[in-house]
Each structure stands twice: as structure tokens, then as C-alpha cells.
């Protein structure tokens, strides 16, 4: 299967290969092969002729990157032009005949692979690439059909680790470039380049480094000749061995496209799908490799339930009994406000959905929320005006208020530096520290940490033309830099530290939204976040939305903190591991010594297994269908592709099997059933029903009333759906328990009008040892996704504090690596000390999770406005 394309078999019914040009001064006509075409004008010939169903065979070119020329594989005869034309650098001009399959054009084909296969070892079939291979298939299709070669080939010691994710065969490679190109252009990060002469070219990287960027995979899979492999899925399986589904991928809130491929019920690769709205054929390196958890030895595949000997394997009815039995007590000692629910963020709309409903509109608790003390209010998330990833490319300038997209949301990174760089779009930083993307930024607007409302209002006001002005002057250049553009300004909204509250960061926003056609992209991290706030995971917020005793649900920190004074004595958590991903670890521990039951739904025995009384197991990303919602709000569909071992159950049932238990059928049998559903309860999510999730390639948005282009069905238009994100009131009015559509238009409130306001930092004292945390989460870290998945586990960088160069004396540490002590007001951890220029002098930097204790989360208060820290030497 072509990963390029979706196989015309699953294309939508009223779908066209090829959308008309409509004539005009942009529009040019030309001959290909005798065939009258139009094209916009300065398209390059190979495309054009691709898209009217002509293949020019080529290795060099990639439709995402600058045309070289480098192969000459894809020559071409134009009239009127001397001698073959590559097509790949020719841009199409008026009146243009162009001959792709005549004589001279086939020999010269030939000599190019003849040439190309004069030192190409004929190892297909021990090449991973054997079977999927351009040079294998262009080769029957385009060569001479036989070797006039006969001496001894080249050949080099193999292979050689350009990471420990890539490994180079060099005499395979038949410098086409796409790989250094990408590296380069793409990424931004060229680590790989071309050295040697001639026959002894080869892909090198600088001495004593690696190719160590977040992107590497992306080469291995646009190498045309298997010259790059990749380490985990070297030798494992065939191409005509492997089974394959198009799905989303989870790891981040991007939801990038792929195609997931296993062998023998066990996933092997996860390839790039170009969704041009999305990903664009890109995939992070996280994300392309760490799949390996699925398949986990650590997985829970049985129920469990807490017995004399501590967790014990159960039936599922067993289970569910005690689950229910615990949930009865809770509701009739001290009602629906003592029951919580943690945790969603990682499944699906429809496992969000019914979990959802079990929680509001079955046991009646408003005490839910998806975010683990990591992300946003979710009335901020939802009543900002939402801008879309495609947006990115035709704004008048990008904003970034939030964390390192490189580290946390990798391929929106992508996204913005190709909008940065290559269409020229203003980029302003507002940061605490420097990003992967301050290189290539017009303006970096630094703050010190806890006091990102301070710029941004001064930014704003200078915006509207009040004068305000820097020391720096970075204010004014940002507003230079925006000056005469027109379109919306899109903010990159997320939090930059985990270090502070979320008070400074929605003041902050609040701030920029007062700007006029400003539109904000949510920088939330985990996979399917936003779907879960969209389905009711969060506690309610506005007109109608409170809970049964009619006050408003708790958060995320007030659940852990009403568990801790003993109001809340019943959590379910649906699949977080708290004391690694909580900002405040002081604050979990207290609340679990004082909760009375826990029921983990999960797939590992996390750090709540010591605590819970029923671990209720489930299926996982690749287990099961379903769909997930990204951060723009586009809601695409999650294929089931290996079935799951033990007695797993889709998130969704166990929700189902509870409610029944507890008195109410929700009548639920399939996932098309919940998804029909959702499009019939939730007016935000109206027509986004099974038909138009399974039909959609790129996903609908929602409401998709707001975004017809982005609709493939004709049926799935004309819907008028308000903008209500909470499908489910968690009052209990029906008897029966069913679902209770909310009214269309409450929408949510302005953001300036929440109502917590952000409290000044107080001043960071005369102390010589004193800094302020800067926490945030990094790609490689040691939670489940890289510590379970074997290629990605070595790549774990491990606890370190990280400071400013000229901070290093200041604290008396005579070179990094040494251990330092940390103290802030809660606590004091010991770890090795480092040095980057990206941090600001007098504040620090700790990544998140990466260790099981030593960690920012056992230093941070989550009710302190920053963190201070003393670092001092241990001797």
C-alpha cells in the first residue's frame, strides 16, 4: 500500500482525483502526451503531470521539499526547448508541449539506471526497503531490463549507526539528497551532509555527533533506495507480510497521520501519511517509534481486585461488582460530590464520551477533568476563538505563549517553522527561556518566569499603538515585524512552566485577545485532550453547567486538594500516573493517604496501583477503533489493527457496564453507536456521526457548519450546530438516565471574565543561590511511552538542572555534570547540574518525568504563585 495516497478504494464516493482549474491570468494551458491540461502558473512540470495522471519517474524530487535536479531520472522532452528537460525543476508555462514516453526520453531512463545500478548492490531481498523499493519498481518500469556491468561492485563495512534510530547502508545510496534536504529545510537541524568525492560520496555527520533530531525518521522513510533504515525495524518483517490500517497517531495533540503496519499481531512501524491540514507527511520520531508500549511485557491483562494479599486477578464481573459496590458507598455516605474522575486525556472521543456520561449524568458528580494539573482551563480552551494548523501559513504573524513545540508538540513545530522560514510569516516568542524555534523568530519578547502577563499586555498595547516601549526594544520590533500585514494573528497558546499556576498564562491570553482578529491554537500535549474537554471531561463552566447541589465542579488541583481534606474519598482515574505527571507530587501523595477507594482503569499497574482497590484493564491506541480530536478541533477516525492479549475492554464498555450496573442501560453496542450519538447530543459535534468519521481522509472540524471546505461528504453539510462543548449537564434529570442534550449558543464565557486573577510574582530575593523554576516537559522522557517502547528508552536524558553559564560560578559548581542541591519551600532533591545559553540567567531549568522520584513536581507547591529555588553545591 502507497503511503503517499489512500488507496482509491477508500475513496469518498464524490470525491475528485482532480480539481479543475478555473480559468484566469494565474492559469496556464499546456500538452502532456498529447493531453491539453491546465495548471497554475510556475507549477513544476512533474507535479502537473502527476496530477493529470502521468508519472514521471523519479528519485531527487519530493513534493515537500525544493527541487534539486540531482537524479535526472525525470527528463523529459519539451518542444521548442534544446535537449531533455528535468521535469522536477521546469515550471509550466503557457502553450507548453511536453512528450514524457518518447524514444529519446526512455533512453535516457535507461542509461540513468543502468548508471544508478552500476555499483547498487542487487540485495532485495535481504533490503528492508525490498518489496516497497522506487529504484526495484522503476527499474522494471523504466529500465533496460538487463546489465551490461560485470566487474566487482563497491563495498563498505555496514551498517554504520548514524543514531541509535538510523543506520546507513552506504553502497546503496545513490545521493538523490532527499535525506540531507529534509534535514536541512524541513527540520532545520542539518546534522547530515554529504562528504567524499565520486564513487566514494556518502552521507556523513559532523565528528563525534550523532543524528540525534526529533525528525530522523522522516529520512528513512523518503529514502528511495534503503541507504537509511531503521534500527527497530530492521529484519523484521516483509512488506507483503504486513498488515496495515490508516489511523491517527496519539502521542501528541497533533494527530498525525499514519499508517500502522504489523506482522503477526505485533505492530512494527508506524509510516507518515501526507494530510496536507495536518502533518504533511511528517512524523516526529516519538511518535514514529514508540508504539513499542502497545506490545508492553508490563501491560495489565486481567482485572484485578484488592484482596487480603493486595491486588489480586479477577473476572471481569468480579470487578466490576467491587467497582460498583465501592461507588454505591461513596454516593450513600456522602452523595455525588465525594466521587472524582481523573484522567481521559489518552483515549478516545467515544471512551471521553460515555465516561463522561457515567460521571454527570449517572452518578452526578461535576468533579471531572481530563488535565492533570498540566494544561488550561478548559472554559479558556474552548471560548477562545480557534484557529486552524493551516492557518498558520496565511497569518499575520504567529504568537507563541507556551511550551518548546520542538519538545513537546514536535510537528506543529514543523509546521510553524515552515511558516517562519519559507513563507515568511512574523514569528513572536513570549518565553521564559529559549525554544527550537528562537532561532528562527523575529522577535523574542523574555520574561521572567510567573510574569507572562507583563509582556503580553505591553505587547498588546503597543499593538494598538499606545507607545509602549522595551529596553530592549524586542517589543517594537515584534510590532514592526507585524506592520502592513493583513489576516488573523494566530497565538500558540499552551504553558511554557509547570512551575506556576495557570493564573499568569490566561491573564496573558487575555491579554492578546483583546487584539483585534486574533485567533488562538491550543499547546495542550496529550493525544486526545481536546476531545476529551469536548465530550465533558472537565468540570462545568457557564450558564447551566454546575452540578447537583448547584455549585461548580473541581478541577484536577481542587479534587487532589478536597481528597486530601477528606471531601472527596472515591477517585477514578482514568489512566494518569499522578505521581509522575502531577505538577505538585507533595499534593498526590497527601490526597492518596486520605482517599477511601480507587478504581485505575489503565493498561499498566502505574504508580496508583499501590493505591487503588480495582485496576480495571484496557485495550489500547491500535486495539481498537474509535475517533480522537486534535488541536485544532479536527475530529479523525483511530483504526483497530492487532487484537489484544488477555481479557482487555474498550474504555467505553467498562463505562457501559457500570452505568448498568448502577441502574442505567445506556443501550451502547458498537463504537458507530456512540459515535451516532455524539452527533446527535453535542451540537458542536452535529453530522460528525460513524458515517462521515469512517469517509472523512483528513478529519471534519467541528462545528463543521463553521468549516464546509473541510468536508468530503456532500450529505454531512448543512448542519447548524452552536457552539455548546459539554454534551452532558451533569444534573440528573432523566429518570432513565439518558443522554440530555444541552442548548445550542451558550457557548463559553469571554476569557477576560474568568474569574481567578492572576497574582504578581513576588520578587526574587538578593540571594546569590536563589533562581526561579522554569519546569516543562521534554520529548524524551521516562514516562510510559519511551521507558516501554525499546527504541526509544536509551534516549531518556534522566533528572538534571539546567542554568545559564554565568550561574555556574555564582553557585560554586567548578564544572557540569557535578550534583547540586535544589530547595524550595516544599522540599529538596539532589541532581547533576548542566549549562545552556537558552536558559536566562537567575532562573533554572528541570525537565518533567524524568525519574520516578527525583523530579521539579517534588519541589513545586501548586498553590505558590512560582517557585524559588536555593541551589547550592552538596560538599
Avoid at 548514524?162 to 542539518?190: K, M, N, W, Y
Avoid at 515552515?418 to 522577535?443: K, M
Avoid at 492572576?758 to 526561579?772: M, N
Amino acid at each position: 500500500m502507497s503511503v503517499d495516497r489512500v488507496p482509491m478504494s477508500q475513496w469518498p464516493s464524490d470525491h475528485r482525483y482532480v480539481i479543475p482549474v478555473a480559468p484566469g491570468p494565474d492559469v496556464v494551458t499546456l500538452t502532456i502526451d498529447g493531453v491539453e491540461v491546465q495548471a497554475p502558473r510556475g507549477e513544476l512540470l512533474i507535479k502537473v503531470a502527476q496530477e493529470h495522471g502521468t508519472y514521471i519517474p523519479r528519485f531527487c524530487w519530493h513534493e515537500r521539499m525544493k527541487p534539486v535536479g540531482m537524479c535526472r531520472m525525470c527528463l523529459v522532452e519539451v518542444e521548442g526547448m534544446r535537449g531533455l528537460q528535468i521535469s522536477c525543476a521546469t515550471p509550466v508555462v503557457d502553450g507548453m508541449s511536453v512528450r514524457t514516453q518518447s524514444d529519446v526520453v526512455k533512453s535516457a531512463q535507461d542509461g540513468v539506471l543502468e548508471f544508478l545500478l552500476v555499483n547498487h548492490p542487487l540485495d532485495c531481498p535481504v533490503c528492508d526497503r525490498g518489496g516497497e523499493c522506487p529504484l526495484q519498481d522503476q527499474t522494471l518500469a523504466f529500465g533496460p531490463g538487463e546489465s551490461r556491468f560485470v566487474e566487482e561492485k563497491r563495498h563498505f563495512e555496514k551498517p554504520i549507526a548514524l543514531s541509535d534510530l538510523v543506520l546507513l547502508d552506504r553502497e546503496r545510496c545513490i545521493q538523490c539528497g532527499r535525506c540531507t534536504r529534509f534535514a536541512a529545510e524541513i527540520a532545520g537541524d542539518p546534522q547530515i551532509d554529504f562528504g567524499g568525492r565520486g564513487g566514494t560520496t556518502e552521507v556523513i555527520t559532523y565528528p563525534g555527533e550523532k543524528f540525534d533530531s526529533y525528525f530522523s525518521g522522516n529520512t528513512v522513510q523518503i529514502c528511495p533506495v534503503g541507504a537509511l533504515t531503521a534500527s527497530s525495524y530492521r529484519f523484521r518483517a516483509r512488506p507483503w507480510d504486513l498488515q496495515t490500517v490508516e489511523t491517527s497517531c496519539q502521542t501528541c495533540s497533533v494527530g498525525c497521520r499514519g499508517a500502522l503496519q504489523s506482522t503477526s499481531n505485533v505492530i512494527v512501524r508506524l509510516l507518515g501519511v501526507d494530510s496536507e491540514p495536518v502533518n504533511q507527511g511528517w512524523l516526529c520520531d516519538k511518535g514514529r517509534y514508540g508504539f513499542g508500549w502497545v506490545h508492553s511485557p508490563d501491560r495489565v491483562r486481567a482485572p484485578m481486585v484488592r484482596g487480603s494479599n493486595g491486588l489480586e486477578e479477577a473476572s471481569w464481573p468480579e470487578a466490576l461488582d467491587a467497582a460498583t459496590a465501592g461507588l454505591r458507598l461513596a454516593l450513600e455516605r456522602n452523595g455525588p460530590s465525594s466521587i472524582a474522575m481523573l484522567g481521559g486525556a489518552r483515549g478516545t472521543n467515544e471512551d471521553a464520551y460515555v465516561w463522561g456520561r457515567l460521571a454527570k449524568g449517572v452518578l452526578g458528580t461535576d468533579n471531572v477533568d481530563a488535565q492533570i494539573g498540566d494544561g488550561l482551563p478548559a472554559e479558556v480552551i474552548l471560548g477562545l476563538p480557534r484557529a486552524l494548523i493551516s492557518d498558520l501559513d496565511r497569518a499575520r504573524g504567529i504568537v507563541l505563549l507556551g511550551p518548546d513545540l520542538e519538545e513537546e508538540l514536535p510537528v506543529l513545530h514543523l509546521r510553524v517553522r515552515r511558516a517562519a522560514v519559507d513563507l515568511g510569516v512574523p514569528v513572536v516568542e513570549i518565553a521564559p527561556r529559549a525554544s527550537g524555534l528562537t532561532r528562527e523568530v523575529s522577535a523574542v519578547l523574555r520574561h521572567v518566569p510567573g510574569e507572562a502577563a507583563t509582556i503580553a499586555r505591553a505587547f498588546a498595547h503597543a499593538l494598538a499603538g499606545n507607545g509602549t516601549a522595551s529596553g530592549d526594544g524586542q517589543i517594537e520590533r515584534a510590532v514592526d515585524a507585524l506592520d502592513g500585514r493583513e489576516g488573523d494573528l494566530v497565538v500558540v497558546l499552551g504553558r511554557p512552566s509547570l512551575a506556576e499556576p495557570v493564573d499568569a498564562v490566561v491573564a496573558a491570553a487575555a491579554a492578546l485577545a483583546e487584539i483585534p482578529g486574533v485567533k488562538f491554537l491550543s499547546a495542550l500535549r496529550r493525544g486526545n485532550v481536546h476531545g476529551a474537554l469536548d465530550m465533558g471531561l472537565a468540570p462545568g463552566f457557564g450558564p447551566g453547567r454546575v452540578a447537583v447541589d448547584g455549585s461548580r465542579g473541581l478541577d484536577a488541583v481542587g479534587i487532589l486538594e478536597a481528597a486530601a481534606a477528606g471531601t472527596v474519598d472515591t477517585l477514578i482515574l482514568l489512566g494518569p500516573e499522578l505521581l509522575s505527571d502531577f505538577p505538585d507530587r507533595g499534593l498526590v501523595q497527601r490526597a492518596f493517604d486520605k482517599v477511601r477507594f480507587v478504581i485505575a482503569v489503565g493498561a499498566f499497574a502505574s504508580d496508583v496501583s499501590a493505591r487503588a482497590d480495582v485496576l480495571l484493564p484496557v485495550s489500547v491506541w491500535g486495539e481498537k477503533a474509535g475517533s480522537a480530536t486534535n488541536l485544532e478541533g479536527r475530529v479523525m477516525r483511530l483504526a483497530r489493527l492487532v487484537t489484544p492479549e488477555g481479557t482487555t475492554m474498550d474504555d467505553w464498555r467498562i463505562a457501559s457496564e457500570l452505568a448498568l450496573r448502577l441502574g442505567t442501560d445506556f443501550g451502547l453496542q458498537t463504537v458507530a453507536d456512540v459515535q451516532d450519538e455524539i452527533a446527535r447530543t453535542a451540537p458542536a459535534y452535529a453530522g460528525v456521526d460513524s458515517t462521515l468519521i469512517s469517509r472523512a481522509r483528513d478529519g471534519a472540524v467541528v462545528p463543521i457548519s463553521e468549516h464546509p471546505e473541510e468536508i468530503v461528504l456532500r450529505a454531512a453539510q448543512g448542519f447548524s450546530a452552536g457552539v455548546s462543548w459539554e454534551p452532558i449537564r451533569p444534573a440528573a434529570a432523566d429518570a432513565d438516565g439518558g443522554p440530555m442534550p444541552v442548548v445550542s449558543g451558550l457557548g463559553a464565557p469571554e476569557l477576560y471574565l474568568w474569574d481567578r486573577a492572576a497574582k504578581p510574582p513576588v520578587a526574587i530575593p538578593p540571594d546569590a543561590y536563589s533562581f526561579r523554576l522554569v519546569a516543562a516537559r521534554t520529548l524524551y522522557d521516562a514516562g510510559r511511552t519511551v521507558t516501554s517502547s525499546p527504541a526509544l528508552a536509551p534516549l531518556a536524558t534522566g533528572p538534571r538542572l539546567v542554568v545559564h553559564p554565568s550561574d555556574l560560578a555564582r553557585i560554586g559548581v567548578a564544572s557540569e555534570g557535578d550534583m547540586v542541591r535544589a530547595t524550595s519551600a516544599t522540599s529538596t532533591v539532589e541532581v547533576p547540574v548542566w549549562t545552556d545559553t537558552a536558559v536566562a540567567p537567575g532562573t533554572c531549568f528541570m525537565p518533567f518525568v524524568q525519574s520516578d522520584s527525583t523530579g521539579p513536581n517534588e519541589l513545586v507547591d501548586a498553590s505558590s504563585v512560582v517557585t524559588e529555588l536555593r541551589v547550592e553545591t552538596t560538599t
